[in-house]
């Protein structure tokens, strides 16, 4: 092991700001806005009407239910939550494989939309503009693709329904539509159509002059604190611009340090069907408690392969134990009393009380912080661990309180 060689050990001072490191690049992630839906359908309801109720897209509801979806009673999965394309920005962002608008007030994202995109051959472009021009109520005139036609005047039969707002390339805009159940589809020659009611509130609280990004991204990643987890939203290729591929979701997690946390089998897996739904690709809602003492951390457990990954101090600190690390993280001991673990990040040979075990899982770093095997710690600990599924928690109980029966071992 790499750590074998070193003499020289390295306190773990400054563990705090290890974590703070940690938590800063989780948050420098897009966030997560919104909430999952489960909606039972009954009979023969409208897709349609579900979707605009909820404020999404009929496309994006068959997305998220397999493009399945029949007559008949359904418990439906309607995807009201959403990862925001940027981490910051001001103005409208539009992510045309997911088919949603984003309004940004103050760096962060406080409304999601979906809206119709260009079809291929009239493809919406991608690049920063700006909002030009407003209108209520306007007139259409017919563009180039369209000079047989005449102008249309404001009402029901306007194809920009009662709401414009132009961008600052010319021909294309953001409107209302007199079709609203084309919303979520790649149908228009270039512009962004929205439901009615969309339109209205986004004309509101958008004014002239305001950033307006456009963007072709399939893959976005997304954290959100609440549940300690990195998201992945995989959406479709409208433009048949390029296969996404496991590679290339590792090099966005690498930006964030999180490029050796991720399951590759589960990565594959995902990438097998564009959903458009908030799939886990690190951390997990999954809980710890130690003694019935919740651990707190910035990153849930992660699944891998074996074993769960938890973050060193916090896990260390509620067992009672000390933490060392030798340069750059290079290796990391935990003591407590008379028990040593060592452990090499990337490594799976470990040292366990003077004996050289293979772990089912390696340790790993995370943005630089040390994430230990869960089960190989506990154990070498001489703690129990056991598996709470009502409550979805890991229990560890240590010392005198061995872990209690009627549990069900941990998956």
């Known amino acids: 092991m790499r750590w074998l060689a070193v003499l020289v050990v390295v306190v773990l001072t400054g563990a705090a700001e290890a974590q703070e490191q940690l938590e800063r690049a989780l948050l420098a992630m897009p966030p997560i806005i919104g909430a999952p839906t489960a909606y039972r359908r009954n009979g023969k309801e409208s897709i349609y009407r579900i979707a605009r109720r909820f404020g999404v897209s009929p496309n994006a509801v068959y997305n998220a239910n397999n493009g399945s979806l029949t007559d008949g009673d359904e418990l439906l999965l309607l995807p009201t939550q959403h990862v925001a394309p940027l981490a910051e920005w001001s103005g409208i962002v539009v992510n045309l494989p997911e088919r949603n608008l984003y309004l940004y007030q103050e760096g962060r994202p406080i409304r999601c939309y979906p809206v119709a995109i260009g079809q291929r051959g009239w493809e919406t ?4 503009f700006k909002i030009a021009n407003k209108r209520k109520n306007p007139t259409w005139f017919p563009p180039k693709w369209a000079l047989q036609e005449q102008p249309v005047p404001p009402g029901p039969g306007n194809p920009l329904g009662d709401r414009w707002m132009g961008l600052s390339i010319p021909g294309y805009g953001i409107h209302a539509t007199n079709a609203p159940a084309t919303v979520g589809r790649y149908v228009s020659h270039g512009c962004l159509r929205m439901y009615p009611e969309h339109a209205h509130e986004l004309y509101r609280l958008t004014p002239v002059g305001a950033p307006a990004k456009i963007m072709y991204e399939r893959t976005v990643l997304g954290y959100r604190p609440e549940d300690g987890v990195v998201y992945l939203a995989y959406y479709p290729d409208p433009y048949q611009v390029a296969e996404v591929k496991p590679e290339q979701v590792r090099e966005q997690l690498k930006d964030y340090g999180l490029a050796d946390m991720v399951d590759g089998e589960g990565l594959a897996e995902i990438l097998r069907r564009p959903t458009g739904v908030l799939t886990p690709i690190v951390g997990s809602r999954a809980k710890v408690r130690v003694n019935g003492t919740l651990v707190k951390s910035a990153l849930g457990p992660t699944w891998a392969g074996g074993d769960w990954l938890v973050p060193a101090g916090p ?5 009672g134990a000390q933490v060392e690390v030798g340069p750059g993280v290079n290796y990391l001991i935990i003591m407590r009393g008379e028990e040593r673990l060592f452990l090499s990040p ?6 366990v009380n003077g004996e050289m075990v293979t772990l089912e899982t390696a340790p790993q770093l995370a943005a ?11 154990t070498a600990l001489g703690a129990s661990l056991g598996w709470d599924e009502e409550s979805q928690t ?8 061995r872990l209690r029966g009627g549990l069900a071992s941990v998956p």
Not at 125 to 128: A, I, L, S
Request: proline share 9%; net charge negative.
């Open 315 to 319: 896990m260390a600190r509620a067992l």
């Open 394 to 401: 890991l229990l560890v109980w240590d010392g005198v309180e």
């Open 346 to 351: 990337g490594d799976a040979q470990a040292l």
């Open 125 to 128: 472009p991608v690049g920063e």
């Open 368 to 378: 630089g912080y040390p994430m230990i095997p869960l089960r190989a710690t506990v």
